[in-house]
T-cell receptor, first 116, second 113 residues
C-alpha cells in the first residue's frame, strides 16, 4: 500500500516561530503537493514539486517555502508563523503523468497546526 | 485557480440520486474525484482523462466534457456510506513536465435514513 506520512498530527507553535512540516512517501512518486484545508475554502494548493530540487508555487504560496532534497521527502516551511496560518495541512503525492495514465493522488493524514 | 464546484451542500435520503458539478476556466489534462469523511484524508474515487470518457465505480460514475472543461459526478441509489465531502481536482499541464493538481471547495453530501 502507498503510504504518505506526515510527521505530526497536531502541532502548536508561537507567532514568529519558524515551523517545519515534514512529509515522506514510500512509492517513488515524482509529484508531491502541499495543501491547506480550511472550512468553506476546500483544499488550496500552496506549493508542489515534480522532481528533486524542483518546486512550483500554487495558489497561496505567500508566507511559505518548501524543500525537496530527496525524492521521497517534501517539507513545508513557515518562515515566521502567524495566526492566520492556523489550519489543517495536507501533503499528497502522485506518479508523473505518462504510462500508466493514472495520477491518483495519495494523501497523508494531515497536520493540524495551531499558531498562538 | 480553484475549479468551481456546485452545489456546496446536498442532503439526500437513502436511495436518492445526486449530481455534483465541477468546472474550470483552464484547459484540463484530467479531472479527479475524491471523497473525504470527517477527520480522515481524502480518498481517490476516479480519474477522467481528456477524451470525454465516462467512468464508473459501483453506483458512482462521472463524465468529463473536455470542450467545456466540465465534469460531473453521479451518485445513484445513495447509501449512508456515501456521506462525506466530495472534491473535484483538476490537473493542468504547466510545461517542462510540471502538472498542477488543484481542488475545488468541495460539496458536502449528507445521506439520511
Amino acid at each position: 500500500d502507498v503510504k504518505v506520512t506526515q510527521s505530526s498530527r497536531y502541532l502548536v507553535k508561537r507567532t514568529g516561530e519558524k515551523v517545519f512540516l515534514e512529509c515522506v512517501q514510500d512509492m517513488d512518486h515524482e509529484n508531491m503537493f502541499w495543501y491547506r484545508q480550511d472550512p468553506g475554502l476546500g483544499l488550496r494548493l500552496i506549493y508542489f514539486s515534480y522532481d528533486v530540487k524542483m518546486k512550483e508555487k500554487g495558489d497561496i504560496p505567500e508566507g511559505y517555502s518548501v524543500s525537496r532534497e530527496k525524492k521521497e521527502r517534501f517539507s513545508l516551511i513557515l518562515e515566521s508563523a502567524s495566526t492566520n496560518q492556523t489550519s489543517m495541512y495536507l501533503c499528497a503525492s502522485s506518479l508523473y503523468p505518462g504510462v500508466p495514465l493514472n495520477t491518483e493522488a495519495f494523501f497523508g493524514q494531515g497536520t493540524r497546526l495551531t499558531v498562538v | 485557480q480553484q475549479p468551481v464546484q456546485s452545489p456546496q451542500a446536498v442532503i439526500l435520503r437513502e436511495g436518492e440520486d445526486a449530481v455534483i458539478n465541477c468546472s474550470s476556466s483552464k484547459a484540463l489534462y484530467s479531472v479527479h474525484w475524491y471523497r473525504q469523511k470527517h477527520g480522515e484524508a481524502p480518498v481517490f474515487l476516479m480519474i477522467l482523462l481528456k477524451g470525454g470518457e465516462q467512468k464508473g465505480h459501483e453506483k458512482i460514475s462521472a463524465s468529463f466534457n473536455e470542450k467545456k472543461q466540465q465534469s460531473s459526478l453521479y451518485l445513484t441509489a445513495s447509501q449512508l456510506s456515501y456521506s462525506g465531502t466530495y472534491f473535484c481536482g483538476t490537473e493542468i499541464l504547466l510545461g517542462a513536465g510540471s502538472y498542477q493538481l488543484t481542488f475545488g471547495k468541495g460539496t458536502k453530501l449528507s445521506v439520511i435514513p
